[in-house]
């Protein structure tokens, strides 16, 4: 049931393909029957095909597709993840040729921040700090090593990143750890200076299947090519349209670059979309249509026309919220949509607090997509810790973070001067408390309580070698007395048992992703790739997330708030004049709508307690006007509109009375 394009690019394997896939044109299925078709007519192995995704949601659905797909060994063979979980597991097999030792760590977000802020100083302030972690970030994204970056670098700004990079670079050397950026940067870096290397990857993946192309920044897109190799043997599925990360690295011309890189690149456009409504794409390519493209696309579907869009004209962001609110109510009780059918999005998150008020006083169960993740909660940071110490001995992140955690009267000055030895020695910190020496220079009760710690790990590091993962971390919450320790912490019994419960589905994750053959520390850095978007626990409530945050989704109704010029677009982007991506952050909010679009301004906004006004986004302007239904441009719509509405919020009432 595949249609005469999406054919195309599935049975086209001559050569290196580039499928420029629209908003809700199938690039998924397109992907899971490449791999099948690639596997039942014998091209290549299943075991040497590689499907790369920038979420672990994305990687699952896939391998759900193929498993439904192809049956038995094949599917189980095929290789889906991350470009950073690849870049983890070749760092892996290949820890030697990157300067690593087997057990290194994979540095969280947190963790790096914490770095780079001690190598800033400790009196640097979170703006400047937010921008020094970005330009390290973006130096390594372009695959620049240190000294590059040195050589790069020009304004004053750039040179301190470059030198912060250097020094960043040199405690990750003596923690044995990478961060997230090196997942990629390191194993383009070996692929390029050995040729020995490269041909073994080669042959280990001898085909690529590449999603959202556009969203690769450079490198990433030289560890695509360097593992495709001349032959490009390569499927890429991309959408310039739907590039909105460049705040990332992410630059859409990569798909540009293919068809210089590869001459012979063969391009098949699917443009049929399979999710919205005629009138939500004619508006979509109305909006798209005014940046420049390489390969134009023209978004069409089966699907009727569907209602006319909504503009709400709202007095400020308060009454924006109500609106909104009673919008969703209306839905619930007349057109039977679930609340889960709806999503209201944004372009900041500080745009959610006043929606937040009206669905509470509207008792409006929603979800905040990216609040708090469960791998950013304590209690799982804490265990996950420990796994990365036992693991990796020069891991001093996880040392500090654990090293007082159940309390064990370590402070801050017995771990400086523990810092200081360890420095003077070139040893890792738990290293360092090892040594008797080093012991017998600090005071008698702390020295006490790190040896207490030492042995403790020692403990631990033993069981490891015997223990499955999910066994390991029960081992630590015994010796430990971590439960005793969340008790202690955590009065409310509300409060303890949702840590507790957090402690038990870390265990379940764990005996989920192990097999009995895989070492913790290796599941550790495995969960350490996970992200926001790859849980979504919300069950029946609207869905409330930023534009960036609802790519990949879609909801039978979308509500899109804040559409005025210095919020969408962002005050930032007009004053540089950068409205290309900001354009495509509209239009992927748009196509997330499958029957129902509402687009709602201000006229009054509100900063440092003064208020101004505001002006429509000028992107309205730029939607075609037939597709539009304004507030006022019917007066009587509006009237019955507000009636309808007005009715569904009494029969709530009516019922909560009831």
């Keep these: 049931m595949l249609n005469p394009q999406q054919r195309a690019a599935v049975e086209y394997t001559d050569g290196p393909l580039l499928v420029m896939a629209g908003a809700g044109s199938g690039k998924t299925r397109v992907i899971s ?20 995704t920038f979420t672990n949601k994305a990687a ?13 060994e094949a599917a189980d063979a095929l290789s889906v993840c991350t470009f950073h979980a690849l870049g983890l597991k070749f760092l892996q097999i290949e820890h030697a040729r990157a300067g690593l030792r087997r057990g290194f760590s994979v540095l969280d977000a947190d963790d790096s921040a914490g770095l ?5 100083g400790a009196s640097v302030k979170s703006d400047k700090l937010f921008r020094l972690r970005s330009l390290l970030s973006r130096l390594k994204s372009d695959g620049l090593s240190p000294e590059e970056a040195l050589d790069a670098a020009r304004a004053p700004r750039e040179l301190e990143a470059a030198q912060i990079y250097a020094a960043y670079q040199k405690r990750l050397a003596a923690f044995n750890a990478v961060d997230f950026d090196d997942l990629i940067r390191l194993p383009v870096a070996v692929l390029q200076r ?38 490009g043997a390569f499927t890429c599925v991309g959408d310039d349209d739907q590039s909105i990360y460049a705040w990332r690295g992410a630059d859409p011309g990569n798909l540009d670059k293919l068809s210089a890189d590869y001459p012979n690149l063969r391009v098949v456009k699917l443009e049929q979309n399979y999710r919205c409504a005629q009138r939500v794409l004619r508006a979509a390519n109305a909006l798209i249509a005014q940046n420049p493209h390489a390969y134009p696309k023209k978004l069409w579907s089966a699907h009727g026309d569907g209602e006319r869009i909504r503009v709400l004209e709202c007095r400020d962001a308060e009454h924006e919220a109500e609106r909104v609110a009673s919008q969703l109510m209306y839905l619930r009780d007349q057109h039977k949509l679930a609340w889960s059918d709806c999503a209201v999005l944004y372009r900041g998150n500080h745009q959610a607090r006043p929606l937040e008020k009206a669905f509470q006083l509207n008792r409006i169960p929603y979800h905040l997509t990216g609040a708090l993740g469960f791998l950013d909660r304590g209690e799982v940071k804490d265990l996950l810790a420990y796994l990365r110490l036992v693991a990796n001995p020069d891991d001093d992140a996880a040392f500090l973070r654990v090293v007082n955690v159940p309390r064990r009267e370590i402070g801050a000055t017995t771990l400086e001067k523990l810092g200081e ?28 309580a790190l040896a207490g710690f030492i042995d403790l790990i020692d403990a631990l590091t033993h069981h490891a070698k015997h223990a499955k993962p999910a066994d390991l971390v029960e081992e630590t919450l015994k010796r430990t007395r971590y439960t005793e320790h969340i008790a202690h912490a955590a009065r409310d019994p509300a409060l303890q048992e949702r840590k507790l419960g957090n402690v038990r589905e870390l265990m379940d994750w764990f005996r989920a992703m192990d097999g009995g053959r895989v070492r913790a520390g290796d599941l550790a850095a495995q969960l350490a790739l996970l992200n926001h978007a790859d849980r979504d626990d919300g069950g029946d409530a609207v869905r409330m997330m930023t534009l960036h945050a609802a790519k990949g989704l879609e909801f039978r109704s979308v509500h ?4 005025e010029d210095g919020t969408l677009p962002h005050e930032g982007a007009i004053d540089e004049g950068r409205m290309d991506e900001e354009r495509r952050l509209l239009y992927v909010g748009i196509t997330r709508a499958k029957e129902r679009l509402h687009l709602s301004y201000s006229v009054q906004g509100r900063r440092f307690g003064q208020t101004f006004r505001q002006k429509p986004s000028r992107f309205l302007d730029e939607l075609p006007a037939a597709e539009l239904r304004r507030d006022g441009a019917d007066p009587e719509a509006d009237a019955q509109a507000r009636r309808d509405v007005a009715a569904a919020q009494l029969a709530k009432i009516a019922a909560m009375l009831g």
């Design 421 to 448: 030895l360890a420095q003077s020695k070139h040893l890792s910190l738990l290293r360092a408390a090892h040594s008797p020496t080093v012991l017998q220079q600090l005071a008698a009760r702390p020295a006490a």
């Design 194 to 231: 050995d040729q020995e290397a490269r041909a073994a990857w080669r042959e280990r993946i001898r085909y690529l299947l590449v999603d959202e192309c556009q969203d690769t920044n450079a490198a990433q897109y030289a560890f695509l090519k360097l593992l495709a190799g001349e032959r």
């Design 60 to 72: 699952r659905e896939m391998r759900e597709r193929v498993a439904n797909r192809v049956k038995g």
């Design 560 to 563: 899109i708030v804040g559409c």
């Design 33 to 52: 029957e490449k791999f099948a078709h690639l596997v039942e007519r014998g091209l290549v192995p299943p075991g040497k095909v590689a499907a790369i």
């Design 116 to 120: 780079v802020k001690e190598l800033a």
